[in-house]
């Protein structure tokens, strides 16, 4: 392997993957650690701490600060340390990390003869990080958002309409809830900034695509806003990092990874982000706003690159900064895998099951409908669990099941993004379910659109090691591109694709088509709409 190595980690909800790559895409490694398994002492399940109240979603940040130090050592185990000369870090987005006044010496003084955790677990001012599954914040958001002047001047501001899970609506809670420890807190970050202080030893800046997140800046200004942070605590400015408005190297690995790891003294370490914007890049998107992406995971997200802000007029989904310095959409589904594999574990389905009846029944489920909140649901904003089943039919019916759950989710997807603007050429669909054909499938014939997998390992964690690789080598005078980089990682021979079939995009298009019915099926269950049946009635008539 040649010794101008780039790292990039990812910190993602239920584990720790890091990847290691040349930027000419020769050699790639990737070694990945499952909190649930490796860490039972934090008693996680998924990689969260569930609350009695199901609302209450939080994580230990020493097991993550664990999982760094274990991935350092298997890095040093293959002899790779010495080999890196930059590192980025993704994360999962939107948890908040409380650090205290002592938290600062105690980063730039770390003994190589003590493990991360020993010396560090009494830097946090909350012992336990909110993360992106909390919807706790309910009360919180609407308190901001009415300071701020409703959820539309909110969303023009911000990016976004105020969100449980960001960390805004984190912050005031906390702040309302345990005042005192509220004061105690030197510095609120983000995982991905968090991380990114481990490696160099002091405070990380936030970058653009983490920070949107919170509801605390103006986008279109690129600072924390005034009003934002008013609305959300007091004296809150101080207590957040510096924002970086595109990648910049924010320092050298500390000397915690030269003395303990045999990292070179030299290695530049370049601003964290979220995985969303992280996989933006690694799915070679920057500066592509003709293709979309959807990850299919533990939740779904849509996504894609959007330099272009006007397009705001929206309820739901957020802009968040890119890697360049411009804008992407997102918009998050929590109901993603695992909504799907309730109806295939009801059913005693396996996934290529699944996939089958999804390809051999037909678009549209004769009008059988299903709205498919088994959990609370982001989008749209569903707070208490429940499944609705419309058009008259058998709750144990398996193939109008398996059907209605992934068009329900499908078509949500389709309805919520309308306001990004011009519908893509192309969908790139990636993690866990990206292996479904009956999904791909699906996406096709309701986006209208060709659906395309990369066999691209790891989106998130790929897209650090290629941010550190762009933001090093353009640092050092080469002029690299992010296509350039991006490429050879994304094994297109092995791509699976679906293309859409013109009588299929109808059922879902015409002006009595499904789209349209299960817009308002979702507007009668969130009680802000009439009852759909004669609607549903007519489209089973017609298809
Ligand atoms: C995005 C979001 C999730 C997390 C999960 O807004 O909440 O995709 O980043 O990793």
């Known amino acids: 392997m040649a010794d101008n190595l780039y790292l990039g980690l990812d910190l993602s909800t239920q584990s720790l993957t890091i990847v290691v790559i040349d930027p000419l895409g020769k050699d790639f490694r990737q070694h990945a650690i499952n909190f649930d398994s490796q860490y039972p002492v934090y008693r996680t399940d998924g990689g969260v701490i569930i609350a009695d109240d199901p609302t209450v979603v939080h994580a230990d940040p020493k097991m993550w600060i664990e999982a760094l130090d274990d991935a350092l050592v298997w890095l040093q185990n293959k002899n790779l340390t010495t080999k890196i000369c930059g590192i980025g870090v993704s994360a999962q987005q939107h948890g908040s990390v409380y650090l205290t006044q002592a938290a600062a010496e105690i980063l730039s003084n770390l003994d190589p003869a003590r493990s991360l955790v020993e010396q560090t677990h009494m830097i946090f001012s909350r012992p336990t990080c909110p993360v992106w599954m909390d919807s706790s914040t309910h009360r919180e958001c609407f308190e901001i958002s009415q300071t701020l002047g409703g959820a539309g001047k909110t969303t023009v501001l911000t990016g976004s309409a105020a969100t449980e899970r960001f960390a805004g609506p984190q912050i ?11 004061v105690k807190t030197a510095q609120i970050t983000l995982i991905s900034a968090f991380v990114t202080s481990l ?30 942070m008013e609305a959300t605590a007091p004296d809150l400015e101080k207590r957040l990092p510096q924002l970086l408005l595109k990648d910049t190297i924010v320092g050298k690995v500390s000397n915690y990874l030269v003395e303990k790891y045999g990292f070179h003294r030299e290695t530049d370490v370049i601003v964290g982000s979220g995985d ?7 799915l070679g998107l920057i500066g592509r706003p003709d293709i979309h992406a959807i990850s299919l995971g533990t939740s779904d997200t849509y996504f894609g690159y959007m330099p272009d802000l006007s397009a705001q007029k929206r309820s739901t989904g957020h802009i968040f900064g890119t890697a360049d310095g411009n ?48 959990l609370p649901e982001i989008t749209p904003l569903v707070l208490e669990p429940k499944v609705i089943r419309l058009g008259e039919w058998a709750a144990d019916d398996v193939q109008a099941n398996v059907r209605a759950v992934v068009e329900a989710q499908v078509m949500a997807m389709y309805l919520h993004s309308n306001w990004t603007g011009k519908r893509p050429q192309r969908i790139i669909v990636t993690a866990g379910g990206s292996e479904n054909e009956g ?59 679906a293309h859409p079939d013109p009588q299929q995009i109808d059922i879902y298009h015409n002006k009595n088509g ?28 017609q298809f």
């Not at 992010?482 to 092995?494: D, T």
């Open 172 to 182: 005031r809670k906390f702040w309302k809830h345990h005042p005192e420890d509220y």
């Open 199 to 228: 490696l160099i030893g002091r405070a990380a800046p936030l970058d653009a695509g983490d920070g949107y997140g919170m509801n605390l800046a103006d986008i279109r200004s690129g600072i924390w806003s005034p009003a934002a």
């Open 276 to 282: 969303n914007p992280c996989s933006l890049v690694g």
């Open 327 to 374: 804008a992407m959409f997102l918009i998050c589904f929590k109901n993603g895998s695992l909504a799907r594999e309730q109806i295939k574990d009801r059913f005693g389905l396996s996934w290529d099951e699944f996939s089958k009846i999804l390809l051999r029944t037909p678009a549209g489920n004769r009008g059988r409908i299903m709205l498919p909140y088994f």
């Open 439 to 497: 999904l791909l499938n699906t996406i096709a014939q309701v986006f209208g659109t060709e659906v395309q997998t990369f066999e691209v390992k790891d989106s998130a964690a790929l897209g650090a090691a290629l941010r550190a690789a762009h933001c090093c080598q353009n640092a050092k005078g080469k002029a690299v591109t992010w296509h350039a980089l991006a490429e050879p990682f994304q094994m297109q021979k092995s791509a699976k694709v």
């Open 514 to 541: 499904l789209l349209g019915i299960y817009k308002a099926c979702e507007a009668f269950v969130l009680e802000q709409g009439a009852d759909p049946k004669e609607k549903i009635a007519l489209f089973k008539k």
